[in-house]
């Protein structure tokens, strides 16, 4: 299984309007190795400048696609199940939620900044339900979950530690291997809380928790997708941005709606758009009905405008490059003339 990023968020939020978004693509890539994809899956793509340009040579794309010099790479996304109260004991979808997050490497929450959707998700009046409520409980969940894995059987598996001298890091990798996370994270979680390492039997309910929240940050890390940014002030997102800045998040504004919109008028052949861009160029405005224009100057006065592009490929690439430190590699066979064995040139793109 390779890297995947789960997209969470409660109903009405427009997390599946950002998943639609994000995955419908201007590229498309026929033999991309995702042979059956579920209804909750699709591909995102990040960009990267081709080596083809440096190099001045003619790249044959084979796993991703090159746009006039930007490498766009795919990876992979689940639009996790509804976010639900009290998930981590099973309630409603929970066991499906959690499912979805066990499979995911990071996540991208969207949350709606306009304030128009209360804690379970029903409609009400713009700014009346604050956002970061939402972060926290998700954060919640997610910590809760982790907390009620590490505590089964805790008591026997802190005393086999304390007797037989093994390494209580290697122990918790056993137990939450099924949830991805590695002993090189739970390393840098304990180093974090300066838990003693020899003595976990002395650990307290409050230090799993702490532990919990530690290992989601470093094993699963989670970018703030601030949908519908377009309904209030830029100052009032702003506000929202800095206030979940100081709580250790990194979030981002965000318009799915305006990103959907710009993909499909480039399809039905309206607009000149790439993803990820702060602007977008009209081929024929006589071609544009009334209606079209005006969504189209909407966008623009208050997405691409005030935010620089509708956020959505600015999460996904802050979450593969920033949060999961990845980077791009072109392997080729022959390196003088950069070709696979089929005489391929620079064909594969890899994270």
Request: charged share 30%.
């Amino acid at each position: 299984m390779g890297m995947q990023v789960g997209i969470v968020g409660k109903p009405n939020v427009g997390k599946s309007t950002f998943f639609t978004a994000a995955t419908e693509s201007q590229a498309e890539i026929a033999n991309y190795p995702f042979t059956t994809i579920d209804a909750n899956r699709g591909v995102m793509f990040v960009r990267a400048k081709c080596p083809c340009k440096e190099f001045n040579v003619t790249c044959n794309p084979h796993n991703s696609q090159c746009m006039d010099g930007i490498r766009l790479i795919p990876v992979e996304a689940i639009d996790v199940a509804g976010l639900v109260p009290d998930a981590h004991k099973g309630k409603g979808l929970g066991n499906k939620f959690l499912d979805d997050l066990r499979q995911a490497d990071a996540f991208i929450h969207v949350v709606d900044v306009s304030g128009s959707t209360d804690e379970e998700g029903n409609i009400c009046s713009i700014g009346s339900h604050d956002p970061c409520i939402d972060v926290e409980f998700l954060e919640k969940e997610i910590c809760y979950w982790f907390m009620g894995i590490i505590k089964k059987d805790w008591d026997r598996m802190a005393r086999q530690c304390e007797v037989e001298g093994r390494k209580i890091e290697k122990m918790l990798a056993e137990k939450l291997t099924g949830l991805k996370i590695k002993e090189e994270h739970i390393h840098h979680a304990l180093t974090e809380l300066s838990l003693p390492l020899d003595k976990p039997s002395s650990w307290s309910d409050n230090d799993l928790l702490n532990l919990a929240f530690a290992l989601r940050k470093v094993g699963k890390p989670m970018i703030i997708a601030l949908n519908k940014c377009d309904l209030v002030s830029k100052d009032k997102v702003d506000d929202i941005v800095e206030k979940l800045k100081r709580k250790g998040y990194v979030a981002i504004p965000t318009s799915a709606e305006a990103e959907l919109a710009l993909k499909r008028a480039v399809k039905h052949g309206l607009i000149e758009y790439i993803q990820g861009a702060s602007g977008f160029k009209i081929k024929d405005a006589n071609e544009l009905e009334k209606d079209q224009k005006k969504a189209l100057s909407y966008i623009e006065d208050h997405v691409l405008k005030p935010y620089s592009s509708t956020g959505i490929q600015l999460c996904v690439e802050k979450v593969v490059y920033d949060m999961l430190n990845l980077i791009v590699v072109y392997p080729v066979e022959d390196e003088h003339h950069l070709t696979d064995k089929q005489g391929r040139v620079l064909p594969d793109a890899y994270l």
